[in-house]
């Protein structure tokens, strides 16, 4: 009798765990599809409407580590369209505090303003301006703009300053043991330190500089001359730890040719920080094999930085009408979309 008593009483306990569990699983599907709409209406720049359901699920105990993560984001890119920077600043601090693992934001998905809030957030933290390492052991590197210093079509080729380092930056992040700091990381980092964002000035004592403050091994910089039947393009490798110059690697061939000569470039580059990447990974990292995209979308990269992002999506936009395949050119036109008011 008191064994078929303890049996009843454990298929009891067993059903209504059953129940609890479906009822979870339940509410936690509810939740993600709620979380999926609120996107859908930030899409749509239903902004009232997303921060309404995101604020709902920020309370959600149903919701995974992982979603909550999806949330705070969210919130911060909604209160940022609404220009409600302070509350966005707020859920970033939320996002962080969602750590470990480290939260690492990509910025051709997120626009300029939250990139600022997110490193300024970073940085009150952790006490440092030094970029997050998920593994100690991987290699580190920043890429600062090169200068122009052309004799023909000088002017048609300044936004390539940027264009080059982003380039650069690019094709070297398909190395799985190097993290390559992104080109926005380093523009706030120079604003921080008011050093001038000018390629012309820097020089081995800028980078080592900027290298300490980010906490990276290594820094490139370099410049390029387009002449009327050549393209020269060289680069200086700077080690932060002793100051020592690591490599000076220079390419020269025909200007219709400057996607390869990039692309030898950054494979010179990876062999001097012993970095193993191959050929494949690297042209990966070349997102157009158009010159005319890309100058468009440098051209962008400048309005970006001065925060005319009417501009810099039309030239977005613009690159992306010369190469329609020109995924890095629709990433950045999307992000900056919700600030056009």
Do not use: C
């Not at 078929?4 to 059953?18: E, M, P, Q, R, T």
């Not at 890429?143 to 982003?166: C, Q, V």
């Not at 997102?287 to 890309?294: E, F, G, I, V």
């Amino acid at each position: 009798m008191r064994s078929l008593f303890n049996a009843a009483g454990w298929l009891s306990i067993f059903v209504s765990l059953f129940f609890l569990t479906t009822s979870i699983g339940r509410a936690g599907s509810d939740s993600k599809e709620k979380l999926q709409k609120a996107m859908e209406y930030f899409k749509g720049a239903q902004y009232d409407n997303a921060i309404s359901l995101l604020a709902e699920l920020s309370n959600d105990k149903t919701l995974d580590k992982e979603s909550l993560r999806d949330v705070q984001l969210g919130l911060g890119r909604v209160y940022l369209a609404k220009n409600l920077s302070e509350k966005a600043r707020t859920s970033l601090e939320k996002l962080l505090e969602l750590e470990p693992p480290v939260v690492t934001l990509d910025p051709d998905l997120e626009s300029p303003p939250l990139m600022r809030i997110y490193y300024n957030v970073r940085k009150e933290k952790s006490g440092s301006l030094q970029v997050e390492r998920t593994d100690p052991g991987i290699k580190t590197i920043a890429i600062l703009d090169f200068s122009n210093r052309s004799i023909d079509e000088k002017e048609r080729y300044d936004p390539m300053e940027k264009g080059f380092a982003e380039l650069m930056i690019s094709q070297l992040n398909g190395s799985v043991n190097l993290k390559v700091v992104e080109r926005e990381r380093i523009n706030w980092l120079l604003g921080e330190i008011n050093l001038e964002n000018d390629p012309t000035k820097f020089d081995p004592e800028t980078a080592v500089r900027v290298g300490k403050l980010l906490g990276v091994h290594s820094v490139l910089f370099g410049s390029f001359i387009k002449t009327r039947n050549d393209l020269w393009i060289g680069t200086r490798l700077v080690k932060v730890e002793t100051g020592e110059i690591l490599s000076t690697d220079q390419i020269k061939g025909d200007p219709a040719d400057f996607f390869e000569l990039a692309e030898n470039l950054s494979s010179k580059v990876a062999k001097g920080i012993n970095v193993t990447i191959s050929e494949a990974d690297i042209q990966k990292g070349t997102a157009t094999k158009s010159l005319d995209a890309m100058m468009s979308y440098s051209e962008g990269l400048i309005y970006l930085e001065k925060g005319e992002y009417k501009e810099a999506y039309d030239k977005f936009q613009q690159a992306l009408g010369q190469d329609p395949s020109y995924e890095k050119a629709r990433k950045k036109a999307e992000s900056v979309k919700p600030l056009l008011g």
